[in-house]
């Protein structure tokens, strides 16, 4: 199986601040790197796929860069609403894995 | 609208079964590959099992294989899994995904259901 390793497991950022999180495969994975964004006591959403491609509604402060087995996700300039855990999901190989997930939260 | 609307937690005891339904709307679903991914409380997320739109093909994490099937009905737009041998680690709220197509490249997840809890204890 597909290991995802998620750095950092948490961070404390203030409003404004560019934030920067990886993820990393045990082995390579192409592009086929999914992010997802859960606020607390709702479902996940979709935020991007293919590694850098944004879905249909999301900021573009929101982006994303890797191949292979390292990855990131990057919020430009850190907003309210965006304070929430964020998981990265390999789909390429089954069983799809995800990251342990990475909590933003307000400084 | 894309809808996916779960039934069927509750409580059970360990060493019992319980089905699980996704109710789906709002797209062509037999088109779609489908998938359950589960979070036991305070936890990450676990994906559980996959299903072709067709319903030819199943896939299956290790922590289930054996315990769980997945299954779909296309003429009631409806996915299924079957949970039997229940342990306590199972318990967790189990979310119905929809994949964004039916092939390799587009096994991400698009949509999400709002989730349905399992509770596995005596």
């Known amino acids: ?64 860069s890797g191949s292979g087995t390292d990855f990131t996700l990057t919020i430009s300039s850190l907003q309210p609403e965006d304070f929430a855990t964020y998981y990265c999901q390999q789909y390429n190989t089954y069983p799809l894995t995800f990251g342990g997930g990475t909590k933003v939260e307000i400084k | 609208e ?28 037999s088109s779609y590959a489908m998938s359950w991914v589960r979070q036991a409380p305070g936890k990450g997320l676990e994906w559980v099992s996959a299903i072709s739109g067709s319903g030819d093909n199943t896939y299956y994490a290790d922590s289930v294989k054996g315990r769980f099937t997945i299954s779909r009905d296309n003429s009631k737009n409806t996915l299924y899994l079957q949970m039997n041998s229940l342990r306590a680690e199972d318990t967790a709220i189990y979310y119905c995904v929809k994949h964004a197509g039916s092939t390799m490249t587009t096994r991400y997840s698009d949509y999400w259901g709002q989730g349905t809890l399992v509770t596995v204890s005596s």
């Open chain 1, 1 to 64: 199986d597909i290991q995802m390793t998620q750095s950092p497991s948490s961070l404390s950022a203030s409003v404004g601040d560019r934030v920067t999180i990886t993820c990393r495969a045990s082995q390579g994975i192409s592009s086929w790197l999914a992010w997802y964004q859960q606020k607390p006591e709702k479902a996940p959403k979709s935020l991007i796929y293919a590694a850098s491609t944004l879905q249909s509604g999301v900021p573009s402060r929101f982006s994303g």
């Open chain 2, 2 to 29: 894309v809808q996916l609307l779960e039934s069927g937690g509750g409580l059970v005891q360990p060493g019992g079964s319980l089905r699980l339904s996704c109710a789906a709307s709002g797209f062509t679903f």
